[in-house]
């Protein structure tokens, strides 16, 4: 059963911690649904992880639509956030809407999210008021971390930890129904936490959050161009994969893989179509 934004909702309320992984593609996605696993971020990550590019700066609102679909029928049952990428909501509130309803129209997503603070609130409000759940995220805003001077640690100072607080009320105000903090120090999440009533899913915000968020492909180990402070490998799949696959490239050359018993037999002589 799908997990409706009230039960997203109530968990903070209850205690229980939100568990929150993003998913690229069918096959993952159909992993993740059967790991009690609360929400599925389609996050524009995905342009670096799975698309080569070196930033989230260049991904299309049509490539996340493709694989957020995929995301969809690999999870039926899961509650899928739809990340809206770069452009794709800066040019108003028009482009807003009309992107936010291809997330939930074309491929099924429950929710939208988007990055910014103070800056988006008129957004986050209009695309609620439009019948779209928005998650909001603010502290590092990968879309815009070169005006924040790189992927840095936010909020470290008095000033911006105030500009981060007055920025999750002003965005829970807009109706967002919870919020990714990344990359700000754990005491100011637990501070930002407490002030709001809606959740608070971290990544790099320590554990004082209401949940975690992080990039699959970090925790398992398979996303090797770099790994942040914040990542737990709690797998290490990378040598893992390689062996496998310089195995089977020794097992082909040397013709013992396939197997008799990866293989199909027939009683039909076939010689006799050499004749
Ligand atoms: O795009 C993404 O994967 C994200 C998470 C890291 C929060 O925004």
Redesign the pocket.
């Known amino acids: 059963m799908r997990k409706s934004l009230a039960e997203i909702r109530s968990m903070k309320s209850r205690g229980e911690k939100i568990a929150m992984l993003?998913a690229y593609d069918a096959s993952m996605a159909r992993l993740l649904s059967g790991c009690d696993v609360d929400m599925l971020?389609v996050?524009?990550?995905?342009g670096m992880v799975m698309l080569g590019y070196d930033s989230?700066v260049p991904v299309t609102m049509d490539e996340m639509i493709h694989h957020a679909k995929a995301v969809r029928r690999g999870a039926p049952e899961s509650f899928i956030v739809g990340?809206l990428p770069y452009g794709s909501y800066q040019t108003g509130v028009r482009d807003a809407i009309n992107n936010g309803l291809r997330f939930l129209k074309e491929a099924d997503c429950d929710a939208i999210?988007l990055?910014g603070g103070l800056n988006v609130c008129g957004i986050v409000e209009a695309l609620v008021g439009a019948g779209i759940p928005v998650m909001a995220?603010i502290g590092l805003t990968?879309q815009t971390a070169s005006q924040l001077g790189g992927y840095k640690v936010q909020g470290k100072g008095i000033e911006d930890a105030r500009r981060l607080l007055a920025e999750a009320k002003a965005l829970e105000a807009a109706g967002a129904f919870s919020i990714?903090l990344?990359c700000v120090p754990d005491t100011l999440a637990k501070v930002i936490s407490a002030s709001l009533t809606m959740p608070t899913?971290g990544?790099g915000a320590g554990v004082h959050c209401d949940g975690q968020?992080?990039?699959t492909h970090d925790l398992l180990g398979m996303f090797e161009k770099f790994t942040p402070k914040f990542v737990k490998k709690f797998a290490d799949l990378s040598p893992l994969i390689k062996e496998s696959i310089r195995t089977y490239g020794q097992e082909v050359k040397k013709g013992s893989y396939p197997g008799i018993e990866h293989s199909f037999t027939s009683q039909t002589d076939y010689n006799t179509l050499l004749d």
Request: hydrophobic letters at 40%; a negative charge.
């Open positions: 993003t971020l996050g524009d990550s995905l989230t990340d999210k990055e995220h990968p990714i990344e899913v990544i968020v992080l990039v």
